[in-house]
């Protein structure tokens, strides 16, 4: 028995076969077509699947199903109001990819299934309760309770980047709202907070020589430079701040922190959970720190095993 995992992405469509064990068979990924309102999104994919399939000489019932991350909040049903990278308003993700391949569809956030991903063979391996931080362009996040991704009622479960932490932000962030997490501990976070020190300190440092970027922050933190490490130190307490939160509300066994900015490695972590032990309730202090493993193939394992769960509980 196998199944498939695809990750539909603004620029690519990432796509696995697996086995019931989680090995992965054959990779690869596809352009995303936006144009026309991301109308050939789906299709295209189910297309790769069948053509993947027929390639393997895999029947239907060969087959336990596919699973689907996409880059929007999703309902329990598979449906997407929106996901503005891809064109859409309105898609019914689940019934599409039912009808275009007629295999058994599942379909969730992409950063939740990401984490689903870190859970079962990643960062997280062997655990249930999850706390996945992305830290790229933006902030995503998925949350794993008890071995399941929580969804919610509007399919907004794990939008952590958009949690209100400051008061009186002078910018609005890409939700309408201001002073999100996003705005702070992103990679385009980390560069306002490293300008903003800049332009307040007259300090000596290697950032006034560089293109100011959140890899150049950390770069400069390991090269021990006083300002670089106060940066980090005020993105470590908000971050450090806001996964306490979480913390409790959840309760995880681990926190791992992936995206781009998570290349710093260690270091990153390090400035992360000392905050996160002053801030946490006593209880979730217990919660371990871990840096993602599965790079841009998470989103492909997590789909993979969200289809799996979904047959398993058939």
Not at 24 to 38: A, F, M, N
Not at 123 to 136: E, M, N, P, S
Not at 267 to 290: H, W
Request: proline residues 2%; aromatic residues 6%; charged residues 20%.
């Amino acid at each position: 028995m196998f199944c498939f995992g695809v990750d539909i992405g603004g620029t690519t469509i990432k796509l696995g076969l697996f086995d019931l064990q989680g090995d992965v068979l054959d990779k690869w990924e596809i352009p995303t077509r936006k144009e026309d309102g991301g109308k050939n999104i789906l299709p295209d994919a189910a297309r790769a699947v069948l053509s993947k399939m027929n390639e393997r000489s895999l029947s239907k019932e060969d087959v336990a199903g596919i699973g689907v991350g996409v880059p929007g909040p999703v309902k329990e049903d598979g449906t997407v109001e929106t996901a503005v990278n891809l064109g859409w308003d309105f898609m019914d993700v689940q019934g599409t990819m039912q009808k275009e391949t007629g295999l058994p569809v599942k379909v969730s956030n992409d950063a939740n299934v990401a984490a689903l991903g870190e859970a079962w063979v990643g960062g997280a391996k062997g655990c249930k309760d999850v706390i996945l931080a992305t830290l790229g362009t933006g902030v995503g996040g998925g949350l794993i309770t008890n071995g399941k991704i929580i969804t919610g009622a509007h399919g907004a479960g794990g939008e952590i980047g958009h949690m209100h932490l400051i008061d009186d932000f002078p910018r609005a962030c890409n939700c309408g709202n201001y002073g999100c997490l996003e705005q702070v501990a992103s990679a385009t976070g980390i560069t306002y907070l490293a300008e903003q020190a800049l332009a307040e300190s007259q300090e000596a440092s290697v950032l006034r020589d560089r293109k100011v970027s959140a890899k150049a922050v950390f770069d400069a933190v390991k090269e021990n430079d006083a300002l670089a490490i106060e940066i980090a130190e005020r993105f470590g307490k908000y971050l450090g701040k806001a996964l306490a939160m979480i913390a409790a509300v959840t309760d995880p066994e681990v926190i791992v922190i992936g995206g781009g900015v998570s290349k710093a490695g260690t270091v990153l972590l390090d400035f992360v959970e000392k905050n996160f032990q002053i801030y946490a309730f006593t209880s979730c202090r217990k919660a371990t720190f871990a840096l993602a493993e599965l790079g841009n193939d998470a989103g492909i394992f997590g789909a993979a095993k969200m289809a799996l769960d979904a047959y398993a509980s058939r």
